[in-house]
């Protein structure tokens, strides 16, 4: 005899069994997760879309704005800093880590073999520590008598030293390199296991034909990698963009708005200052960049491939 659910025998009790009812069921296992899904993602999505377009301060009954909050965006220079300040983050978090992955990558994967998974803990290391920790600790570092105005001292380097958070003119771009450490080791993590799949015939070959290891890594293993690349270019375009807590923890915005993000106005504007609309404007201005940013990415990734 054939299986009932193939053939359409009865089971006992006269009951047909086929595949087929458990298979259309199979999506009554989803919903759960597409609840939770619409009621964290895409309602609050939709709500803040909806909020973007009224003059609310979240007491009081809305008004209808229009168009104004996004006005406010870009005329405001204070929020149009912020996005400016976005931008030279993703230098920061997405670019100098890159490049550092894979510079990481061609020394490990090229010519460094004992303690490779030592130095692929302590490089990826900053991933797994909470990003307050990691804010409290870089603003110790980087204070006045922190680690980083000590090494200069003991260098002979006095006159570099400053309160670097507190300086205006160096303020982003210290907690630029905050970023840099941070997402360095992940961009590595996901360079060494695309290096892992190129093929070692390649790479013998090219060593027969004299090539040297940087000639080999530029040649055959920079082109394997190029889904990692994409892939880490979308993640730390996205943390830098939409980077909240480590400001908020290292210099809360300033000085003088030195370090303003719109993740941190949107936070202020919609909780401090009450200004729904604002904040509502200011975050589907970022969604907009994290979209064009990421599409961005994957279209050029997509064209090289």
Not at 35 to 47: G, H, I, K, N, R
């Amino acid at each position: 005899m054939g299986d009932p659910a193939v053939t359409g025998a009865r089971a006992p009790g006269g009951a047909r069994r086929t595949g087929r009812g458990g298979r259309g069921r199979g999506w009554l296992f989803l919903l759960p997760a597409v609840a939770v899904y619409l009621a964290f993602t895409v309602y609050p999505a939709v709500s803040t879309l909806q909020f973007s377009f009224l003059e609310w301060d979240g007491v009081a009954p809305p008004a209808w704005a229009g168009l104004d909050n996004f006005a406010r965006v870009a005329a405001e220079p204070m929020l149009g800093r912020a996005v400016l300040n976005a931008l030279v983050l993703i230098v920061f978090f997405t670019v100098l880590p890159i490049l550092l992955g894979l510079l990481m990558t061609a020394l490990l994967a090229g010519g460094v073999r004992r303690g490779t998974a030592f130095y692929r803990v302590v490089f990826f290391l900053p991933q797994v520590l909470p990003l307050v920790v990691v804010g409290t600790t870089w603003r110790w570092m980087y204070s006045d008598d922190g680690m980083v105005n000590q090494a200069f001292a003991l260098a002979g380097l006095d006159h570099l030293t400053r309160a670097w958070l507190g300086d205006e003119r160096f303020a982003l771009a210290a907690l630029g390199v905050v970023g840099t450490w941070i997402m360095s080791g992940l961009c590595m993590m996901l360079f060494m296991s695309g290096a892992q799949r190129v093929d070692p015939a390649l790479h013998e070959a090219a060593a027969i034909d004299g090539a040297g290891p940087a000639r080999r890594f530029l040649s055959i293993t920079l082109p394997g990698l190029r889904r990692e690349v994409s892939i880490a270019g979308v993640i730390t375009t996205i943390a830098a963009l939409a980077s909240f807590d480590l400001v908020f923890v290292t210099t809360n915005g300033g000085p003088a708005g030195a370090t303003n993000v719109p993740g941190l106005l949107v936070y202020r504007l919609a909780f401090n200052e009450g200004d729904i609309g604002a904040a509502g404007a200011l975050a589907v201005v970022l969604t907009v960049l994290v979209v064009v940013f990421v599409g961005g990415i994957r279209l050029l990734a997509k064209e090289d491939a």
